[in-house]
């Protein structure tokens, strides 16, 4: 009954009037609700930063979109419910590990990629110093199957005559299957 009584009393205010929302609850002061503020606010914060590294987790998936073995997803906070402020900076403290880990190998792989693709243009000027040597596709960060491989024209008797050449394979084989 009480509380009914308090309900019926707040909803009775003139928000024109300047009455006090708190004075409907005796024994509840302003200073008693900064806290409460404070944490919302702190909450607030903590989404908006877990969701700018969600983003920014998404946008390096886009940009790298090909290449594989780079953990992209996001895991689930256990269920529906609102979370706490440390369950929130663990959120966001893993987002941000995460995120950085992802930036780490995309920066290796950029300079590995960059590595083979000279690697490439150093076997096309001279086959006969990378004998043997093949560079897939994949490994210059495009997609697709084909590759470049230093290999002798006219088989062996190009081999013993030092005949080299870098081929480039047509790409994928055509799918076999039951006929």
């Known amino acids: 009954m009480l509380k009914g ?12 009037a300047g009455n006090d929302p708190l004075a409907a609850f005796p ?16 909450r607030v914060e ?12 998404g946008e390096l998936f886009a ?3 090909p290449r594989r073995g780079i953990d992209w997803t996001v895991g689930a906070a256990g269920g529906p419910r609102v979370l ?12 941000a590990t995460r995120l950085a880990k992802a930036r780490a190998e995309i920066a290796r792989r950029a300079d590995e990629e ?3 693709r000279e690697l490439v243009e150093r076997m096309i000027a001279d086959p006969a110093e990378y004998r043997w040597v093949q560079v897939r596709n994949e490994d210059v960060g495009e997609p ?16 013993l005559a030092g005949w080299w050449r870098v081929k480039l394979s047509s790409g994928c084989p055509l799918a076999t299957g039951p006929r």
């Open 5 to 16: 009584a308090r309900v019926s009393a707040l909803l009775e205010l003139d928000p024109n």
């Open 27 to 42: 024994g509840r002061t302003r200073r008693e609700s900064a806290p409460a503020e404070d944490r919302r606010s702190a």
């Open 46 to 57: 903590l989404r908006r930063q877990i969701a700018r590294m969600e983003r920014e987790l």
């Open 63 to 65: 940009t790298t979109f």
């Open 84 to 95: 706490g402020i440390a369950e929130l900076e663990r959120t966001r403290d893993t987002l």
């Open 114 to 116: 960059q590595a083979n």
């Open 144 to 159: 697709g199957c084909k590759h470049w491989h230093s290999r002798p024209r006219w088989g062996l008797i190009g081999m």
